[in-house]
């Protein structure tokens, strides 16, 4: 069965650095892209930042030169390193496995991140 967790979160100050973690098991992490997504109230889920199996990042223009996506494939986790938060940061963050020539994905359930000014 395969599990998608995430960590970390929780209220920050404007200003401030949050990491986040998502740990997959019960597949080969290290065969799937990896994604960041975010859902704020009232707003549709937006990806946020990408990781490729072979560590190509991309970032949406928004957190660009903020934040950071990483994994490590020996720990099967995925990280997101998010300095100068912004109030507009405030979602719901998912982790999501995706493999590149389709199949089926999975859904992590989410962790609050909240940025307050």
């Known amino acids: 069965q395969v599990q998608v967790v995430e960590s970390g979160g929780g209220s920050v100050q404007a200003g401030g650095s949050s990491v986040l973690s998502c740990i997959v098991s019960?597949?080969?992490?290290?065969?799937?892209?990896m994604d960041w997504y975010r859902q704020a109230p009232q707003k549709q889920r937006a990806l946020v930042a990408s990781?490729?199996?072979?560590?190509?990042?991309n970032y949406t223009d928004s957190v660009k030169g903020r934040f950071t996506i990483s994994r490590d494939n020996a720990e099967n986790t995925v990280f997101l390193h998010m300095d100068s938060l912004k109030p507009e940061d405030t979602a719901v963050y998912y982790c999501?496995?995706?493999?590149?020539?389709?199949?089926?994905?999975?859904w992590g359930r989410g962790t609050q991140v909240t940025v307050s000014s």
């Open positions: 019960g597949t080969a992490f290290r065969f799937y892209d």
């Open positions: 999501h496995a995706g493999l590149p020539y389709g199949g089926t994905d999975y």
């Open positions: 990781i490729s199996r072979g560590g190509s990042t």
